[in-house]
């Protein structure tokens, strides 16, 4: 069964960066798309970003579309987000999850969860 794990969130000031990591056990990622969602308190949680099994297909929601960049490492199992220019917007609990697709927007969840990590954006 895949199990996930983020990590790499953290407090960071209006246009800074951060690298959000997602490493799997349990299975291998290589035949899976893979999505990035997010959940701030009082909003739906929002799928962010995904990347087809192959990598060839990416997709960004419009608000994070120049900023974020989504990439995959299969050989150690991982996926990635890079945080760029961030806002405090951007601020919410991260998730990664295996997804049904990738193709115009993130697919919905096979079912596997990480426990998220936390991005706070404030000044």
Known sequence: QLQLVEFGGGLVQPGGSLRLS?????DSLDYYDMGWFRHAPGKEREGVSCISASGETIYYVDSVKGRFAISRYNAK???HLQLNDLKPEDTALYYCTAVAE????VGATLGSWGQGTQVTVSS
Do not use: L, M
Request: proline share 0%; hydrophobic share 35%; aromatic share 0%.
């Open 22 to 26: 997602c490493a799997a056990s349990g």
């Open 77 to 79: 199992n991982e996926v």
């Open 102 to 105: 990738c193709i115009t927007h």
